[in-house]
Every structure is written in structure tokens, then in C-alpha cells.
């Protein structure tokens, strides 16, 4: 997944490459539940990452990165409207991701 990223190290490209890789992730590879002030049921469909700082080392891509999404509140229908069944609480965590960029593989920390 972030092979693409990985390959635009440096470019314009960069960015795009890796918010994509986040996005297609498996929401429980990212550390959002630490961050999370309500239920920690996250809507993976709102996760929308940006690039804060980044640095190359020898071995490391290192990033730190914001991830706003939001987290659902789930409510009653009691006055029989079903938009009040699901409620979504706008959230934000700071995480660290290092690709090592032999390998490719990823690791992530909340900061």
C-alpha cells in the first residue's frame, strides 16, 4: 500500500500518495481509538489524513501525521426520523508513521 507512496518519495506527488495509503488501510492498523472522546466506533469512511512534518533518515521515512474522522454517537429514533439514529462527533488524533523504505513496511504511534 505504500509502495506508491514510497516510489514519490520527494516528489509533488508524495502527499497524495500517501494519504491514499491511509485511506486504504484496515482502521484498526491506525492508532485512532486512543484519540477517541466518545465511543470509538470510527466512520473509516471519514478518515481524511494530512502530512503535519516528515524527514528522511538512512533506513526511515518518518511522518507525523493529523487524522481528522469522526466518531459515531448512535442515538434513538424515538421520534420515528432515522437520521437521529446515527450521529457523527468530528475527532483528530496526531500520529507518527515510519516507512522503512526497504522494506516498505509501516509502523505507526499516536504522538
Do not use: F, M, R, W
Given at each position: 500500500m505504500f509502495d506508491k507512496a514510497l516510489a514519490c518519495w520527494g516528489s509533488d506527488d508524495f502527499p497524495r500518495q500517501f494519504k491514499q495509503a491511509i485511506?486504504?488501510?484496515?482502521?484498526?492498523?491506525?492508532?485512532?481509538?486512543d484519540c477517541c472522546n466518545h465511543s470509538a466506533v470510527i466512520d473509516q469512511t471519514t478518515i481524511e489524513p494530512?502530512?503535519?512534518?516528515?524527514?528522511?533518515?538512512?533506513?526511515?521515512?518518518?511522518?507525523?501525521?493529523g487524522v481528522f474522522f469522526c466518531e459515531v454517537l448512535s442515538g434513538c429514533a424515538c421520534s420515528d426520523d432515522p437520521s437521529?439514529?446515527?450521529?457523527?462527533?468530528?475527532?483528530?488524533?496526531?500520529?507518527?508513521?515510519?516507512?522503512?523504505?526497504?522494506?516498505?513496511?509501516v509502523e505507526f504511534t499516536n504522538v
Open positions: 485511506k486504504s488501510l484496515e482502521l484498526e492498523a491506525l492508532p485512532l481509538k494530512i502530512i503535519l512534518s516528515s524527514q528522511e533518515t538512512d533506513q526511515n521515512i518518518q511522518i507525523k501525521a437521529q439514529a446515527k450521529i457523527l462527533e468530528n475527532s483528530y488524533c496526531e500520529i507518527s508513521v515510519t516507512i522503512d523504505k526497504n522494506s516498505g513496511i
